[in-house]
Each structure stands twice: as structure tokens, then as C-alpha cells.
């Protein structure tokens, strides 16, 4: 089988290795960079754990080919920290509503909430579930994921659904 | 919110302590939001071989032919493995606690000579890395005859039914046969309302978002197994593997790194661990596997599948006079676990309600299917069933369920009391529950609007699942846990702790039992688990323990550590004991703060100046401790009430509302509780509306990817609303009970019960499961092909 280089950029560090074509983005994170934080949940594109930013946009790892990434910035869980080391606003608000458990999935969750609020920074509740069920969590029932977003966006009390039946 | 307030006035006068009853941030979240959880799959170990299997792709057949010549020559293919090389080389594969039930059930790695269900593993390639041994496992050709398969539990005692495992028999893998009970038929003969009813549930799974893996290695020489799995619990492993492979104890560690979530599928390693442990011990190379996800779908251990006939009678008021259970379970080719329904869920049936005269009986066969395994209360089948049943006998009676659920169920008042199915319960709140869940949901207006609804045609409908969780059971290699709790020379505290967290949040809440003791910080006390070599025996998690009886350990010792600190004070000061306290660190005189030393301070004396402690204080700061509860259960219970809107048109359901109200006793930590209350409903939620592991006629699992398998997703999900009764249980001394199976067992009946009183204006009559959107059509068109 044949082999290509890749060079990408990885939460700001040039990376460059041979590899198989047919190396998924997500094994090349794991087993080329050794960044284990993106988990692979299905590898067939549904559970979101293995979300990642390429040039920006969240990106299922376990469906794009390493040699497809060529040429592009990737930001994975590692990298999305603030650069003092401290949590970043996503980060923290899944901290502080209880928005993990067993913690296998929330490297992906974490990825695209970053995402949605880059470019949703007002969500309403209906587009924060939309947005958030690309993503499976076993755990949580998504009580706290979703309280995350709110508190990470800014929406907490507001646009509630519970109480009234209409 | 009234409720919240009760409760934190309770808890602040049940503890009077800093840290139990307080919303802690987790301990544990730091590594896991920043990418630096260390789960299985990320274990680096030079040199590892990664396994995959081949499988069987036919349900029951002669396995004819193998054909593995392509892939040993493959490059990079370290070892194929049959049957034959495997099977042969174990000496006991019985799990902590698991008699040898169903003797005629073989127990084998790799499948030889036959297959007995879809997926079974036949060969086993160890290559150098997964993309080669999948290539390699890809060469291989099986040659399988089928025969036609079992595949339906209502059929596995028939006598012209396929025996699963040749050699039996019969299907039957155990059983409590009905006996004559002259009591209950006296009942049933008198009765004024008697009422007969069967309730069917489907095959679903635990789908935790981390499938199984293991990483083994055997280094001769020393002649040690090392093993990394995801686990619930290292010690059961570690016991396993050494009877099974015939070494000590002491020559195998098991280490649980982070694990991605089980919910029962991990508490006991299954062939394929089995298979890399082999596959180690013969290559002398570590080795690892990793389920994919289509193996955990395809044929992992699957759950639930149970049916029950349920008669119940009452007076002319609707107040229970006696009850007949009998449970039928499907329990697949190689179950994991031995049976519910034989065990537990007969016992549990009667469950909140009062009663005396009771009778039970159960089955549970074997099926050319997936293995039955644990998944979150595996004996939920009986809170389901009667739940179900209560809602059908409030129709036959035309009292409301929450009336009649009223003028039956066992409250405070009630205790203790000898529950017909022969436990006794030492304390209950279910009335409380059922009355606070009702009053947080409005049922009263709520009946009024439904009245209003349903005259427009809407179908909104109303349902109860109340529970009793028997948690922390204590029994068996069961009965104990134990902690070690140490303060080292700078004055943290470790704590060794037998228990096994992954996901509930153990590293914080025992880190708050153990720091209100030591008058510590949560940040100042680390919670160690999960290694072998580093923690005391334990079963792990499972059967909602942590809280009781691995915490209790912890704080025992604790308190063991504290006595010691306060001596050494004591002694320094030429003080009393009883006028010392522990405030944020420091033991000092109460009144005078400023006579007193830190804790680091006290720790450096404890460890370097032996010739200045007390006569009988021992040197350093360290206590273990080993606990069993107060009694074998310790009951916990709950109410979940949920509202639904059934769309006639496409069978959709839609949960509106859904709270609940849970007495888990002193809670250390609501964020803990809720979350876990949460993660079990909407897995109970799943079960009922989306997931479903459906076969086809000749045994192929229908449901194996994601696109297939529907777990609820956030858009799905309802807002849970949570009340919280707290009353001090009796069995520990921190009066906590568990509550992580209850969301998973109440949430069904409630979810059920509200699409039956959606449904019932239409007169369609819900008595079986999944209620996915085109279930929900062909019961309203069954309805209709009724009254028509």
C-alpha cells in the first residue's frame, strides 16, 4: 500500500508524518500526535466523541482520511484551553453544571459546542438541543450538557421549557 | 423553590457538615475537559499486538470448514487463533460470586464445532496493528451449515423447539416453578376484582460511549500478567483471570484507567478479554483489543427482553388483596450474568404496595440470540410490569392510578414492614414520594386540562412508575468494601478506596465524606482507585453501593485518622480530646483557635518525632477500615411522573414534562444525584421510544450501528424536574442510600402509563414494547379495527 505525507497544524504545532492513505484523521491524531484526547465512539460518524476543528469547522475525525486534513489548522480538545492554561468559557460551564460523568464523550461535546457559540453566541433552547444532537452522551441525559451551553452562552433562566404545557 | 430549601435545612441538620449536601464541582473534571482522561484505548505499551475476531454470521449451525492459510501468511499477522488453541486452557471461568448455573451451557472462548448465535467469535488474528489484523481477519473463510435457529423466547420450552446447546435437555436455563399457594387462590376465588394481565419488553442494551477493551501483558521471567480493561470493578477481574489461567493472585495486576461508562456491561470481562488474556500468556507480547462499535452492537450483551402474566385483585375500593407473578426471561446463547427474573424480580414485585398474599414464579431460556447482561437494575422487569398493571387495574376499577396507587402504597407510617415477597423493609417514603411528585407535576389540573385537551382531539396522557431500589446489596463477595485512608507528612490525605468510579463522580463525593472528617479541604484529599496493587478488595461499582458501603469504608477510616490527630494535639497541648475540634486544617482548642497545630504540622510529628506521640497512637496518620451494611438492602424509592403528547398521525411521542421525586436518603452531593437520576431516566426514556436490537427470521441482529440503534439525543429529551425527600438510612453512618438504577427503572412504566393514557380515549390497550412512532400506529389502528 502506498504512503503520503501529511502536514497539518495541530493546536498550533507543524506536525508531518507518512502515512497510509487510509489513515483515518482520528487514528492520525491518536497514534501520530498522541493526542488521546479525541475518543472514537462509533468510527461510523454518528456519536460525535471524535469531533475536531479543521480550519475551524467541527469535523468527525473518524470520517475524514488523515491525507484529506493536508494543508490544514486542527484544533483538538487539547488545544482549547485559553493559552494562560486556564479552562476556556465552554470548558468551565460544563464544569460548573455538572455536564460530564464518565467524561468519554465530552472531548467531542466540548468541540462543538465551541463551535455552535462561536457562531450562534445567542442561542435559543430550541437551536442549543438542535445543535447538540449530533452528539451522544450515555451518562448525563444531557440535563447538564444542555444547562452548559446556556450557562456558557450567557441563557441561563431564559427560554426554559419546563412548568407550563401549551 | 420550597423543596430545595427542606432539603438543605435537612441535610445541614443530619450532617452539620461542610462538604456532604454541598453542589461540589467534580474533582475528576479537569482531566476529562481537557483531553487528558486516560481511558483504555490509550494506554501505550511498547511492542503491543492488536486482536480482532472473525464471527459467525449464522445464528445455529455446524461450523464445516475454517480456512486461515492466507492470513498467517500475511505480513505483520503475529498469531490466528482457533478454537482448539484456546479453549482447552483455562481452568475456571467463573466470575466473583457466579455459581455454575446452566451446566449445560458450555463455557468456551472461540466457538468450535458449532455457532449458537450470530457473532459468536470463532477466530481470533493478533497482528501489529488493527488496520493489518482486520485485513487479516477479512482472508478468513468459515464454512458454516445452519439449521433453523430459537429465536423466540415464547417458544424455547416447546418440544419441537431447537435445543441451543446440544446436549441439554431443554432451553431451560433456570427456573422457580409456581407452587400452590392456598392462601392467594382463596384470595383470587373471593376477590370482587380480579384482574389478569400480560406485559412484554424488548431487547435493548447499555451502550456505554466506550465500548470494552482490554490491554494484556505476560512477561516471562517474573512470570506476572499485567492487565489494563474497562472494567466496573479490577479485583473480580484480577480474581478471574488468576483462576482461570491457574496463577496466584498475587502474579496478576489489574489496573482500570479511565472507564467510558458500563452500566453493567462491564462487570464481568467476556470471551474476547478472555481470548487477548490467552493470546498474551502464549505470544509472551502484550495485547490488545478494542470493541468497535458494531460488535457492541451486534453481539455484546444485550438486555431487558422479559415478559410477565401478572393477576392482581382487589376489593370493590380498589385495595390490593393479593397478587401471581410469573416472569418469563429471554436469556440468549451465553448469558453473562445469571438470571433476574429467577432471582431478584420475583422477589421485588410487590415493590411499594401493601399486601400479603403473593406467589411468583419464573422462567428463563435460552435463544440462538446475544447473551443477556446487567444494564442499570437488570430485575427492573417487576417495576415495570406492576406499574403498568396498577394503571390497568385503576381502568378496570375507574378510579384514577394516582387514587388507587393512594389507597395501596407503603409510606413512613407503614414501617417496618414484612413486603410479600419475603424482605422487610426497615424504612420507605413511597407515599411521601408518589404525593411530592404529584404536587410538582399539578396533577389534579392537570386531569382538569387533559378533559379540555382531549376535546380537541389532542392526546395528552399522564403516567406513574413508583419504585422501590433495593441498593447496596450487601451479600457475597458483595458484603464489603474497603478504604485506606492516609495523611502523608505535608498533611493531604490520599484515600485507597476498593470502589471503581467511572462516571459517578466517586473521586469528589468520597473526597467529601473524607474531608468533612478531617476538617480538610475537597482540593487537600485525592481519591486513588482502580489498581490492584494500590487498593483494598472490593466488588467495584454495581448495585447502586458506592454511596453506602465504599463511602461508609472511607469515612470510618477517616474518622479512625481524626481520633488519632486529636490525640497528638491532645497530647501536645496537655488538652482534653473533647475540647479539640478540626477547622479548615488546623486541630485546635475549642474557643481559643490559637491553641492548636495545622494538620501538616500534626502530620510531620506523626511521621518524624515517634518518641513525641501518646502511648497507643499509632506512628504516621493512617487507618483502613472495612464495611458491610446495616442490613442486606438498603431501600431506597422514588416517583417519576411524566406527561406525553401522542401525534395520531405519525405515532410519534413527545415527553412534556417529567419529574421526579427521589428519597436517596442524606445526599452527598444533589449535582451527583441529579445527574445520576438523569442519565438513568433518559436511558429508560430510550428504551421505551428508541432503541431497540431487533432480530430477522433467521438470526441476524437488525441493529448494529448507530444509524440503526436510536439512542435519545438532546433533542429528544425532556427537562427532568427533581424533589428530593432525604431521610437518614439506617444501614450506614452517613445515612446515604443508593439511587443510581432507580431513573432506569421508573422511567419505563412512567413513559408507558402516560402513552397508555394518551392512547386510551381511543381504546387502544398498550401492553408490550418499543413505542416508537410506527408501534404507537399499530396500536391506534388495532384500536380502531376493535371499536369499528
Redesign the interface.
Known amino acids: 500500500m502506498g504512503e503520503a505525507v501529511v502536514r497539518v497544524i495541530v493546536n498550533g504545532e507543524s506536525r508531518e508524518a507518512t502515512v497510509e492513505p487510509r489513515l483515518t484523521l482520528a487514528d492520525f491524531l491518536r497514534e501520530e500526535c498522541h493526542l488521546t484526547g479525541t475518543h472514537l465512539g462509533c468510527e461510523h460518524g454518528v456519536c460525535g466523541a471524535c469531533t475536531v476543528l479543521v480550519n475551524g469547522a467541527a469535523v468527525r475525525s473518524c470520517l475524514m482520511l488523515a491525507v484529506q486534513a493536508e494543508g490544514t489548522e486542527i484544533t483538538t480538545i487539547e488545544g482549547i484551553a485559553n493559552s494562560d492554561g486556564t479552562l476556556s468559557a465552554v470548558q468551565q460551564a460544563f464544569r460548573e453544571a455538572h455536564g460530564l460523568q464518565c467524561g468519554f464523550c465530552t472531548p467531542g461535546f466540548v468541540i462543538s459546542v465551541t463551535a455552535f457559540l462561536r457562531d450562534h453566541p445567542e442561542p435559543s433552547d430550541q437551536s442549543i438541543r438542535e445543535a447538540l444532537s449530533g452528539n451522544l452522551c450515555r451518562c448525563t441525559g444531557y440535563q447538564g450538557i444542555i444547562n452548559a451551553v446556556r450557562l456558557a452562552a450567557g441563557t441561563v433562566g431564559e427560554d426554559r421549557t419546563t412548568g407550563a404545557i401549551t | 423553590m420550597a423543596i430545595e430549601a427542606a432539603h438543605e435545612a435537612e441535610t445541614g441538620s443530619v450532617t452539620g457538615a461542610r462538604f456532604v449536601g454541598q ?1 461540589v ?2 474533582v ?12 483504555v ?2 494506554i ?1 505499551v511498547p511492542g503491543v499486538l492488536h486482536a480482532a475476531f472473525a464471527r459467525s454470521d449464522v445464528a445455529r449451525g455446524t461450523i464445516t470448514s475454517i480456512d486461515t492459510t492466507v492470513a498467517q501468511a500475511m505480513p505483520g499477522v503475529a498469531a490466528v487463533f482457533v478454537a482448539n488453541d484456546l479453549n482447552d486452557l483455562g481452568h475456571d471461568y467463573l466470575p466473583d460470586g457466579e455459581a455454575a448455573h446452566g451446566r449445560h451451557r458450555p463455557f468456551r472462548v472461540l466457538a468450535g464445532g458449532d455457532v449458537r448465535c450470530v457473532g459468536e467469535p470463532i477466530v481470533m488474528v493478533v497482528a501489529d496493528s488493527r ?1 493489518l489484523a482486520e485485513d487479516a481477519i477479512d482472508t478468513i473463510e468459515i464454512g458454516i451449515e445452519s439449521s433453523p435457529p430459537l429465536l423466540k423466547r415464547e417458544r424455547a420450552l416447546d418440544s419441537d423447539a431447537p435445543i441451543v446447546h446440544t446436549g441439554a435437555p431443554s432451553n431451560l436455563y433456570g427456573e422457580i416453578p409456581a407452587e400452590e399457594n392456598p392462601d392467594l387462590e382463596a384470595v383470587l376465588a373471593l376477590a370482587p376484582v380480579v384482574l389478569t394481565e400480560t406485559f412484554h419488553q424488548h431487547r435493548y442494551a447499555t ?5 470494552r477493551g482490554i490491554v494484556a501483558r505476560w512477561e516471562p521471567g517474573p512470570d506476572e500478567l499485567t492487565v489494563w480493561i474497562s472494567t466496573q470493578g479490577p479485583h473480580g477481574v484480577r480474581s478471574l483471570m488468576a483462576r482461570m489461567l491457574g496463577l496466584k493472585d498475587t502474579q496478576v495486576r489489574v489496573i482500570m484507567p ?4 458500563a ?1 453493567g456491561l462491564k462487570m464481568n470481562p467476556r470471551q474476547e478479554e478472555l481470548a487477548v488474556v490467552f493470546a498474551t500468556r502464549l505470544l509472551g507480547r502484550p495485547v490488545k483489543w478494542i470493541q ?2 458494531r460488535e457492541n452492537l451486534l453481539c455484546d450483551d444485550h438486555a431487558r427482553e422479559d415478559q410477565a402474566t401478572v393477576t392482581m385483585a382487589t376489593d370493590d375500593q380498589g385495595v390490593l388483596l393479593g397478587a401471581k407473578v410469573d416472569f418469563l426471561e429471554g436469556a440468549g446463547a451465553f448469558p453473562a450474568a445469571f438470571s433476574s427474573a429467577t432471582v431478584f424480580s420475583s422477589r421485588l414485585f410487590p415493590g411499594p404496595y401493601r399486601f400479603s398474599a403473593f406467589s411468583a414464579s419464573a422462567q428463563t431460556v435460552h435463544t440462538n440470540t446475544s447473551g443477556r447482561g446487567s444494564y442499570r437494575g437488570p430485575w427492573m422487569f417487576e417495576t415495570v410490569a406492576r406499574e403498568q398493571m396498577m394503571d390497568c387495574l385503576a381502568a378496570k376499577l375507574g378510579i384514577d392510578p394516582l387514587e388507587l396507587r393512594r389507597r395501596n402504597v407503603l409510606g413512613e407510617a407503614d414501617m417496618p414492614y414484612a413486603m410479600a415477597g419475603g424482605f422487610v423493609y426497615d424504612q420507605m417514603t413511597a407515599a411521601e414520594t408518589l404525593e411530592q411528585a404529584a404536587e410538582m407535576i399539578g396533577y389534579d389540573e392537570f386531569r382538569e ?1 387533559q378533559r379540555a385537551w382531549r376535546a380537541e382531539g389532542r392526546l ?1 396522557g399522564i403516567g406513574i412508575g413508583l419504585l422501590v431500589e433495593p441498593t447496596a446489596m450487601a451479600h457475597a463477595f458483595m458484603a464489603t468494601d474497603g478504604a485506606v485512608v492516609r495523611i502523608g507528612p505535608n498533611g493531604q490525605a490520599d484515600v485507597f478506596t476498593s470502589v471503581a468510579s ?4 466517586l473521586e469528589t463525593t468520597i473526597a467529601q465524606v473524607v474531608a468533612d472528617e478531617l476538617g480538610l479541604d475537597v482540593a487537600q484529599v485525592r481519591v486513588v482507585q482502580g489498581d490492584t496493587a494500590a487498593t483494598p478488595f472490593g466488588p467495584g461499582t454495581g448495585g447502586s453501593r458506592s454511596a453506602v458501603v465504599p463511602s461508609s469504608a472511607a469515612r470510618i477510616a477517616a474518622q479512625e485518622v481524626r481520633s488519632h490527630m486529636i490525640a497528638i494535639v491532645a497530647h501536645v497541648l496537655e488538652a482534653s480530646p473533647d475540647d479539640l475540634e478540626i477547622v479548615d486544617g488546623r486541630v485546635q482548642v475549642i474557643g481559643t483557635p490559637t491553641r492548636g497545630m495545622t494538620i501538616a504540622e500534626v502530620a510531620a510529628k506523626a511521621y518524624t518525632e515517634p518518641a513525641s506521640l501518646p502511648e497507643g497512637v499509632p506512628l504516621g496518620l493512617e487507618a483502613q477500615s472495612r464495611f458491610t451494611p446495616g442490613s442486606f438492602c438498603t431501600w431506597a424509592n422514588a416517583c417519576h411522573i411524566c ?1 406525553v403528547e401522542v401525534d395520531p398521525a405519525t405515532g410519534a411521542v413527545e415527553i ?2 417529567y419529574v421526579v421525586s427521589e428519597d436517596c436518603g442524606v445526599m452527598i452531593n444533589p ?2 444525584v ?2 445520576q437520576i ?6 429508560g426514556i430510550g428504551g421505551v421510544l428508541y432503541e431497540h436490537l431487533p432480530y430477522d427470521d433467521a438470526g441476524n441482529p437488525l441493529a448494529t ?3 440503526d440503534y436510536l ?11 427533581y424533589g428530593h425527600i432525604e431521610t437518614h438510612a439506617p444501614t450506614n453512618p452517613g445515612g446515604h442510600k443508593g439511587l443510581g438504577e432507580g ?1 432506569a427503572i421508573a422511567a419505563p412504566p412512567a413513559v408507558i402509563n402516560a402513552v397508555a393514557d394518551a392512547l386510551a380515549p381511543l381504546g387502544a390497550q398498550v401492553r408490550s414494547q418499543p413505542l416508537g412512532p410506527a408501534d404507537v400506529v399499530a396500536l391506534i389502528e388495532a384500536a380502531s379495527a376493535r371499536t369499528s
Open positions: 453542589r464541582a467534580r475528576e473534571d479537569a482531566r476529562f475537559l481537557t483531553g487528558h482522561g486516560r481511558f484505548d490509550d501505550a488496520y451502550v456505554p460511549m466506550e465500548t479511565d472507564v467510558g461508562g452500566f468497535d462499535r386540562q395528552v467511572h462516571g459517578q463522580s406527561v412534556l414534562r449535582n451527583v441529579e445527574g438523569a442519565g438513568g431516566v433518559v436511558q450501528t448507530f444509524v439512542l435519545p439525543t438532546a433533542a429528544e429529551v425532556p427537562e427532568i424536574e431513573g
